[in-house]
């Protein structure tokens, strides 16, 4: 089946380092987003991204449909960046059973 | 806009009890989505509403587990007879439209705890 791998799984920075997350999927994907959750729990969308380039504040995406991956760029990392960021497809425009991967989880430190 | 509000945040049971999980979806959004969250699995689709009506309820276990939206202010989600790997945080999530063309909006989770 469809599956979502993030990588890495975890990792630690200091504050003002750049961070690139990757994601990586078994087949095409007609939608892919990428979503923030915090220490806390909350989830909230990122932004959406299905191919090319996005930017957004300190973070840009970038997404190559053909070779199924997707990266998550953050510059300037903050401690308030700290949480795990997860990837999620929608692999087929006709279901809706989204997929998320596991999630890369990142420690900003002061 | 209070966002997508979840009722009980926290919610511990006994096994072969019953449980309910309450979504209140943010006032003019049509789509409705459930999904599990553990360590090890990771977060799960469940099930799907659009306007009201079920659309794709492929991630739901077969048994024990009932979703429903009677109405355009709230979803329920069922766990009949609970066991103790139904233990998870259950999302609720809302949207505009279908996730393809939508931002999809969170609750904070149930927090569900089987004994």
């Known amino acids: 089946g469809q599956q979502v791998q993030q990588s890495p799984s975890s990792l630690v920075l200091q504050e003002g380092e750049n961070a690139e997350l990757q994601c990586n999927f078994s087949s095409t994907a007609t939608q892919l987003q990428w979503f923030y959750q915090s220490p806390g729990g909350s989830l909230v969308s990122l932004l959406s991204n299905p191919s090319g380039t996005k930017h957004t504040g300190r973070l840009t995406s970038t997404t190559v449909t053909k070779e199924r991956r997707s990266s998550l760029h953050i510059s300037s990392s903050q401690t308030t960046d700290s949480g795990t960021y997860l990837c999620?497809?929608?692999?087929?425009?006709?279901?809706?059973?989204?997929?998320f991967g596991k999630g890369t989880h990142l420690h900003v430190l002061p | 806009n209070a966002g997508v509000i979840q009722t009980p945040r926290h919610k511990v049971t006994g096994k072969g009890q019953e449980a309910t999980l309450w979504c209140e979806p943010i006032s003019g959004h049509s789509a409705v989505f459930w999904y599990r969250q553990t360590i090890v699995q990771g977060l799960e689709f469940l099930t799907y509403?659009?306007?009201?009506?079920?659309?794709?309820d492929s991630g739901m276990p077969k048994e024990r587990f009932s979703a429903q939206m009677p109405n355009q202010s709230h979803s329920t989600l069922k766990i009949q007879s609970t066991q103790p790997q139904d233990s998870a945080v259950y999302l609720c999530?809302?949207?505009?439209?279908?996730?393809?063309?939508?931002?999809?909006?969170f609750g904070p989770g149930t927090r569900l705890t089987v004994l």
């Open positions: 509403f659009r306007n009201q009506a079920p659309i794709d």
């Open positions: 999530a809302s949207s505009l439209g279908d996730w393809v063309y939508a931002e999809q909006f």
């Open positions: 999620a497809i929608d692999p087929d425009t006709n279901a809706y059973k989204v997929i």
